[in-house]
């Protein structure tokens, strides 16, 4: 039919059910949802070429202690800092895949430096692959040679054991190679054919849900303007655009920062994590042996209740290697999430979809999961004081903080049915229960949890009360099941010592740094000391 004339395809489309209008509109249709498919299919190639084209040395090993693991790179010049990339390695005598960054050039000898400290390692597999993990070649293990300070460097079929000497800080085994190692950038996409069918898919369904709805709206077209349906597309288009670029610039507090720091960057070294609240906080950052590589400092406030130090410890050691130990430094108890805190702190930041299904499936309040929701899906919204202050030039300094009015917290959500029905939703306290979910999860990772209480003011004995409770029966309950918590007495501190009632002033900030001083080297002490009762090989 498309072969007739424009006046013979007229006439006969006068005597169809579709008239001439509607076939055009269909194509026109078409050629938009067509070239957003098109657009969209480039776009997620661009995004998967990126990472595919990135190749890597990945060297599977086991280590008798924690440290660095650091490769040189000979691509003709020699070797050079510059020319190296690195790894955190586990001391936990288990094998563990690393993975180092190769350049994109010809690469004539290797250098590889496995521990900075004396002690053992073995290696089993030696080889380098794409970035989505396609194996590109597999090396010889005969090919790794003792250099510098190795006490002893021995073979077999299934791997190499390497013994460094005595009282070192620079083993280095040397890695031949037979030809240049040339597996630099180029287009692979191809070895992954699952990856392509997947876009492939998107792509097609993109295009057919847009020449749904673009037909959906001519055909409705005075109960759906397509000014509808543009709305939407720009919509969608602000909201991709906002959720790349205000992360990383509209933070409303320390909160938001740490969590943004975990996300995008996953170099974590520290031998030894500090969680708590703000009285937490308030000794961490002011205490000058923290501040070093060892310790990450974590602790934000009170409002984000054990869940959110769940959630930060949780994602700490999905991009990170796992501390020695963690410090829980709190004066709070476990809290609750019925506050109007928890808004700002629990549900606008804890946003993964891990972490919403979590809380739904604990709390069922469907008002509660949705915010997060919008929160997790309408970047504008979740920033929207943010966006207020640059675009207006004010904004309300108490939300944008999400400290309540005159300091004053209303206590439970404003939706009385869910209020009323809470009692038989809600099984158990939530904080509490991530509480005992942080210390299962430490337990199968056999990383021990200390659980330091600052100095309670001595004209807050409800406090007192409420951690000499938790320190008589929940704890020792809890110290049976997970052999790696641990935990002090609760002890007071003259009020004299404090500027609001929790938060100490200078003299007692002073009294405060030098008592952690004294429980972290105790806790260094236990650590080295569990960490010798095991395996020495």
């Keep these: ?10 006439s006969v489309l006068k005597n169809k059910a579709l008239p001439y209008s509607s076939l055009k509109a269909i194509r026109v249709f078409g050629l938009i949802a067509g070239a957003a498919a098109l657009i969209f299919f480039g776009w997620r190639i661009a995004g998967v070429y990126t990472e595919v084209s990135q190749t890597y040395l990945q060297i599977s090993m086991k280590s008798s202690a924690d440290g660095t693991a650091q490769v040189y790179y000979d691509m003709g010049g020699g070797l050079s800092e510059a020319d190296s990339a690195t790894a955190s390695v586990i001391g936990d005598r288990v094998y ?34 794409d970035g989505l993990g396609y194996p590109l070649g597999k090396m010889d293990l005969k090919h790794l040679l003792p ?11 299934q791997e190499v054991q390497v013994v460094t000497n005595q009282g070192i ?21 191809w070895r992954h054919p699952a990856v392509m069918l997947r876009i492939l898919i998107e792509s097609a369904a993109l295009f057919f849900f847009l020449a749904l709805l673009l037909s959906v709206c001519f055909s409705w077209r005075r109960k759906i303007p397509f000014a509808v349906l543009l709305a939407l597309i720009i919509i969608v288009g602000i909201e991709t655009r906002y959720g790349i670029e205000l992360p990383a610039t509209a933070s409303y507090h320390e909160v938001d920062k740490l969590l943004y720091h975990l996300q995008t960057e996953k170099n974590g070294q520290a031998d030894y994590i500090v969680l708590g609240d703000s009285v937490g906080r308030q000794i961490s950052t002011k205490a000058p042996y923290l501040q070093n ?24 050691l999905h991009y990170n290697k796992a501390p020695r130990g ?11 999430l019925d506050r109007d805190l928890s808004d700002n702190y629990i549900q606008r930041t804890f946003t993964d979809f891990s972490e919403i299904l979590e809380i739904f499936l604990l709390k069922r309040d469907p008002v509660f999961t949705a915010k997060m929701l919008a929160y997790r899906w309408l970047p504008s919204f979740k920033y929207r004081l943010s966006l207020q202050k640059r675009w207006a030039g004010y904004t309300n300094a108490e939300s944008l903080t999400g400290v309540p009015y005159n300091n004053k917290n209303s206590g439970a959500s404003g939706y009385s049915l869910l209020r009323l029905m809470k009692p038989y939703l809600e099984k158990e306290n939530i904080p509490r229960h991530h509480f005992t979910a942080l210390l299962k999860l430490l337990n199968e990772r056999h990383i021990p949890l200390f659980f330091l209480v600052p100095a309670i003011n001595d004209s807050d004995p409800e406090l007192y009360r409420e951690h000499e409770n938790l320190s008589r029966k929940l704890f ?16 007071f501190l003259q009020s004299r010592y404090y500027g609001d009632g929790m938060h100490f002033n200078e003299a007692g900030l002073k009294i405060e740094i030098q008592q952690l001083h004294w429980k972290i080297a105790d806790i260094e002490n236990h650590v080295s000391g569990e960490a010798g009762k095991g395996d020495t090989r």
Excluded: C
Aim: proline content about 6%; charged content about 20%.
């Design 1 to 10: 039919m498309w072969l007739l004339t424009k006046d013979h395809r007229q």
């Design 96 to 129: 563990h895949d690393y993975r180092f960054r190769l350049p994109h050039r010809p690469v004539y000898g290797m250098r590889f430096d496995p521990l900075m400290s004396e002690g053992w390692v073995a290696i089993r597999q030696v080889r380098w692959l």
């Design 147 to 157: 250099l510098n300070n190795i006490a002893s460097l021995t073979s077999t079929d």
């Design 169 to 189: 800080d620079d083993p280095q085994i040397g890695i031949s190679l037979p030809e240049p190692l040339k597996v630099g950038k180029g287009f692979a996409l």
């Design 293 to 316: 590589n060892k310790y990450a400092v974590m602790a934000t406030n009170q409002a984000i209740t054990m869940t959110g130090q769940y959630f930060i410890a949780q994602r700490y």
């Design 326 to 336: 963690i410090i829980l430094l709190t004066a709070s108890t476990f809290g609750d």
């Design 476 to 491: 020792p309950e809890l110290q049976k099941r997970y052999p790696n918590f641990h935990y002090e007495d609760v002890h």
